[in-house]
């Protein structure tokens, strides 16, 4: 039932890119760490950048477990589910890491990403992940739901931020500048954001 693809093009691009979420699952390299698989959401905050490369903004949150693991040893999986139309699962299998505000390629990225004010969501990080495995299978088994909006309380809870204040919240939070198996996880102080 499944199929491996060559790239993200076609059918399968425009799958991934219609869908209002995904998964992205990590883990370190200790056996006994602690595995990580987290919903993304958002319109807007997803993109493909070629046919081997997709990315998305990481915002403002209480861990920072997929930037850790990432930092640690890039392995990532991504994955999209049907949850209308046909059923389908799409899992993007390769090597991530995340830009932070001080790369040079900051900048062209974000603009990546023109369908979202990245002002108002306290974006910490832009994930880059590289494919090396694309497949998909059937999704049989995945309920049909509808998707009615995106929420607005992530904005609004962080719209009120600068990049000072913003710091000192991921500062206080105790999984945020180390993971949760004490890896190194987002770089504090946050760098200022560039202007625009």
């Known amino acids: 039932m499944g199929k ?3 790239r993200i093009d076609g059918r399968l691009r425009t799958f991934i890119e219609a869908q209002p979420m995904f998964f992205t699952a990590t883990a370190p390299l200790a056996g006994d ?3 990580n698989l987290s919903p993304k959401g958002l319109r807007g905050s997803f993109a493909v950048l ?3 490369t997709v990315a998305y903004l990481d915002f403002a949150g209480s861990n920072a477990e997929t930037i850790a693991h990432l930092r640690e040893n890039g392995r990532v999986t991504l994955m999209w589910c049907a949850f209308a139309g046909p059923p389908n699962i799409v899992r993007v299998h390769g090597r991530g890491e995340p830009v932070f505000r001080d790369d040079p390629r900051w900048p062209d990225l974000l603009r990546r990403f023109p369908d979202i004010d990245t002002t ?3 974006l910490r990080a832009i994930i880059v992940v590289r ?4 497949r ?3 999704g049989y088994a995945v309920p049909l739901m509808t998707y ?3 929420r607005d309380l992530h904005a609004r809870r962080f719209a009120r931020e600068d990049d000072a204040s913003l ?3 991921f500062a206080g939070k105790p999984h945020v500048g180390t993971s949760i198996d004490g890896l190194p996880g987002l770089p504090l102080p946050l760098p200022p954001t560039p202007a625009a």
């Open 4 to 6: 491996t693809y060559e």
């Open 33 to 35: 760490g602690t595995i």
């Open 50 to 52: 070629d046919e081997h």
């Open 120 to 122: 108002v969501h306290g």
């Open 131 to 134: 494919a090396d495995l694309i």
């Open 136 to 138: 998909d299978t059937c």
């Open 148 to 150: 009615d909006a995106d």
């Open 167 to 169: 710091s000192d919240y």
